[in-house]
């Protein structure tokens, strides 16, 4: 029963700073490749950034400098810490396996606006 849950999104203003959390069950993260995604409306479900089980990333250019995604192994839990957010970020973010997806959860709901 894998189950990824997403939290910690909300409004910020522009320039702010916000972290997401994925918090996951029936899975060890460790063991996988790790992903942020996310999807404004009318646009198609894009990658930000991932995370190998070595602990190598890789990141949109979008938010390259910006966005880091890290993991906490011991709280089986991925974040994706958000600076400098931009009203283009606003977004619907999910976290997911990068290699065997399809566990989809309801994401968080991120808004950059002033």
């Known amino acids: 029963q894998v189950q990824l849950v997403e939290s910690g999104g909300g409004l910020v203003q522009p320039g702010g700073s916000l972290r997401l959390s994925c918090a996951a069950s029936?899975?060890?993260?460790?063991?996988?490749?790790m992903g942020w995604y996310r999807q404004a409306p009318g646009k198609q479900r894009e990658s930000v950034a991932a995370?190998?089980?070595?602990?190598?990333?890789n990141y949109a250019d979008s938010v390259k400098g910006r966005f880091t995604i890290f993991r906490d192994i011991l709280k089986n839990t991925v974040y994706l810490q958000m600076d400098s957010l931009k009203p283009e970020d606003s977004a619907v973010y999910y976290c997911?396996?990068?290699?065997?997806?399809?566990?989809w959860g309801k994401g968080t709901l991120v808004t950059v606006s002033s």
């Open positions: 995370i190998t089980s070595g602990f190598s990333t």
């Open positions: 029936g899975i060890i993260i460790s063991n996988y490749m």
């Open positions: 997911n396996l990068v290699a065997q997806g399809g566990y």
